[in-house]
């Protein structure tokens, strides 16, 4: 079965046949499936949740979005669920695309309207198509070149004698000199690991203009080397001033040869396998939104990490690490980013939040703010839960307050709209 499978996060697949395969459930190959739990195994082994088992047949996702290939051609396509009402599988792969650029720190000047037709498609052939785009604006503007030292045995003198191999020379091959020259060549790191990550783009690309344009670039690459060794390559991939224009591709080169990702699924079959935890893409999308819009002496920093909660025999325990924390006006303000959907008008079950999120709060409200000051904690914004349906601040104590706020994906003002309230010093919610 090579038939493409689009579903979201928390959705369930099974081998049983379906009337109809939809966002929420569909009917994957038994192959796939033995697949899926063998990969889910390996996750369990590294202390993530991929996928949990539902009954004999039945497999549930977790919160990991991307792409997964199987041995056998089984694509299942993973989005986002930032919807439940009207679920569109474009805007979800929209915004899913949006936020692995954030990721990957990708230029603006990618996303054009012609990138955008790709989000029609699938994640893997616009992850291709970014890399493509990227590599064609390095060729244009030239790779780099580098000096490799060739020490060899030849019947004429080229370069520099090696006087010392020459004079240890066995009879019979005394007409033979021993010489050292510098060639000039493409022959480095990087071009080595863009040729290689080129070359699966060519043998996994399926939409017609990355197949033309993999291959386009690659007519012109011929000669050029392949990595034996990524992980050496990217440890001496050179991130000095005259490297510069190669900084945006070496993202989406790690991407690709499944290298530095939160979770990448490599394999020995074709194709290319990806997953994301979307609590680490919301949480990089936020401090990228916020870190564009921050006043003038305002400071961001993420993961804090100088307070623990406890200590027992002079050692610290429990090390404490807030997402993000805002300096505005020389007031500290704690950001938890939380990937969960709430329910604003559901007060009978706590709108959906988590009490050990709240108890997790509290923590760094004390160890950081000394038990004064403001903490939020942030939810992505849909039908149930936006600025219009803004839920009650919650107080700890008199000085420590706690607000819930929504925060729009799709929204480019709604960080500059939180650093405004923010800064006014006015309770965020309604009371």
């Keep these: 079965m090579s038939e493409r499978i689009v579903v979201r996060e928390y959705a369930r697949l099974t081998t049983s046949p379906l009337q109809k395969n939809t966002l929420d459930e569909a009917q994957i190959s038994e192959s796939a499936f033995d697949w899926l739990c063998d990969l889910a195994a390996r996750f369990r082994s590294s202390g993530a949740a991929l996928l949990q088992m539902n009954g004999r047949r039945w497999l549930r996702l977790d919160s990991y979005v991307g792409v997964l290939e199987s041995p056998c051609g089984q694509i299942i396509e993973i989005l986002p669920k930032h919807h439940q ?3 569109c599988e474009e805007s979800a792969r929209a915004l899913l695309c949006k936020l692995i650029a954030s990721a990957l720190d990708s230029s603006s000047r990618t996303t054009t309207e012609a990138g955008l037709q790709i989000y029609k498609t699938s994640l893997s052939e616009w992850v291709m198509r970014q890399f493509l785009l990227a590599f064609d604006h390095l060729l244009k503007r030239g790779l780099r070149f580098d000096y ?6 030849q019947p004429f003198l080229h370069g520099q004698l090696d006087v010392v191999r020459q004079m240890r020379q066995p009879p019979g091959r005394q007409h033979l000199f021993n010489i050292r020259h510098d060639v000039f060549l493409p022959d480095r790191p990087e071009n080595r690991l863009l040729q290689s990550a080129l070359k699966l783009v060519c043998q996994s690309a ?4 990355n197949w033309r344009l993999a291959h386009e670039l ?4 011929m000669e050029m080397p392949e990595s034996r060794d990524f992980a050496q390559d990217f440890r001496l991939w050179r991130n000095d001033r005259l490297m510069a224009h190669y900084q945006p591709l070496k993202a989406w080169c790690e991407l690709i040869l499944y290298q530095h990702m939160p979770k990448a699924v490599s394999g020995a079959f074709r194709g290319i396998s990806m997953l994301f935890a979307m609590e680490k893409l919301f949480e990089g999308y936020v401090e990228q939104q916020l870190r564009k ?3 003038k002496g305002a400071s961001l920093r993420s993961q804090a990490r100088e307070k623990y909660l406890c200590q027992q025999d002079q050692e610290k325990i429990f090390q404490l690490r807030p997402d993000l924390m805002l300096q505005l006006d020389d007031r500290p303000i704690i950001l938890d980013t939380k990937w969960k959907l709430l ?7 706590n709108y959906g939040l988590s009490q050990s999120d709240f108890y997790q709060l509290f923590a760094y409200g004390h160890k950081y703010l000394n038990g004064q000051g403001r903490l939020i904690l942030l939810y992505p914004s849909y039908e149930k839960f936006n600025k219009d349906t803004v839920i009650s601040d919650f107080n700890f104590n008199e000085n420590l307050n706690l607000s819930v706020l929504p925060f729009d994906l799709e929204d480019e003002k709604s960080a500059a709209s939180l650093i405004d309230r923010l ?3 006015k309770s965020i919610g309604r009371h």
């Design 85 to 87: 009402i009207d679920a």
């Design 148 to 153: 490799l030292r060739i020490e060899e045995e």
């Design 206 to 209: 399926q939409d017609a203009e």
């Design 218 to 221: 690659g007519g012109m690459l």
């Design 293 to 295: 819009v921050l006043p």
């Design 343 to 349: 329910d604003a008008g559901d007060r009978a079950h």
């Design 423 to 425: 800064m006014t010093g």
